[in-house]
């Protein structure tokens, strides 16, 4: 089963505005990342949380991260059309392996 | 410093006949995973191999799927008698170390086409 749940399943804002991506989890994790992808194409690196981080920042993007609540949240800052894409959260699934359990996204389309 | 490359990005196939997907990690990277996005879903864990050993196939199909990782070339996921429902875009990702805090650098991936 999906470890990671996106909310909303879709944003449409207008430029300039910011949006905000909610993702929540299941199980323990080591640390939380955020990917996009652009429509038919592949995923993009944005953000990688640490288990004992709160917050962190890059660029426009401000992510945060609740242990206690299983969830994280993605805000992007000023956006622009070039920001629509779908949006993952993915999380480690144990100690012991490395592969990532990925959300089922948001998609986010900005408006000029 | 190429990042990964997957090849064909395209590839379509008849029912019955074979998928060869290949993906060259990352200079410098030795492990590498395997994930398959269905239309509209997030991606799903397939496999994960080192060099020359399958680490965690817990995410593969029994039958039909395999995937290897030489010590030299890239890794190949094989897909044989392919079916209907293997339609999907294949990801393939590489890091540099196991363990903790590492990213996974994902490839542009391959869309397969089952008629």
């Known amino acids: 089963s999906q470890q990671g749940e996106e909310d909303p399943q879709a944003l449409s804002i207008q430029e300039g505005e910011n949006a905000t991506m909610n993702c929540s989890y299941k199980t323990s994790i080591n640390n939380l990342q955020w990917y996009r992808q652009n429509s038919g194409r592949g995923l993009v690196h944005l953000i990688l949380i640490r288990s004992n981080e709160r917050e962190k920042h890059s660029g426009r993007l401000r992510v945060t991260l609740d242990t206690s609540k299983k969830s994280s949240s993605l805000l992007i800052t000023a956006s622009r059309a070039a920001d629509t894409a779908s949006y993952f959260c993915?999380?480690?699934?144990?100690?012991?392996?490395?592969?990532?359990?990925f959300g089922t996204g948001t998609r986010l389309q900005v408006f000029p | 410093n190429a990042g990964v490359m997957q090849n064909p990005r395209h590839l379509v196939r008849r029912r019955g006949q074979e998928a060869r997907l290949r993906c060259s990690p990352m200079?410098?990277?030795?492990?590498v995973y395997w994930y398959r996005q269905l239309p509209e879903e997030g991606l799903k864990f397939m496999v994960y191999?080192?060099?020359?050993?399958?680490?965690?196939e817990s995410g593969m199909p029994k039958e039909r799927f395999s995937a290897e990782f030489p010590k030299e070339g890239p890794s190949i996921l094989r897909i044989q008698q392919v079916v209907r429902g293997d339609s999907a875009a294949y990801f393939c990702?590489?890091?540099?170390?196991?363990?903790?805090?590492?990213?996974?650098?994902f490839g542009p991936g391959t869309r397969l086409t089952v008629l």
């Open positions: 990702a590489s890091s540099p170390l196991a363990g903790n805090y590492n990213e996974q650098f």
């Open positions: 191999l080192q060099k020359e050993n399958i680490i965690d």
């Open positions: 200079k410098g990277h030795s492990h």
């Open positions: 993915a999380t480690d699934a144990s100690y012991n392996t490395d592969k990532l359990i």
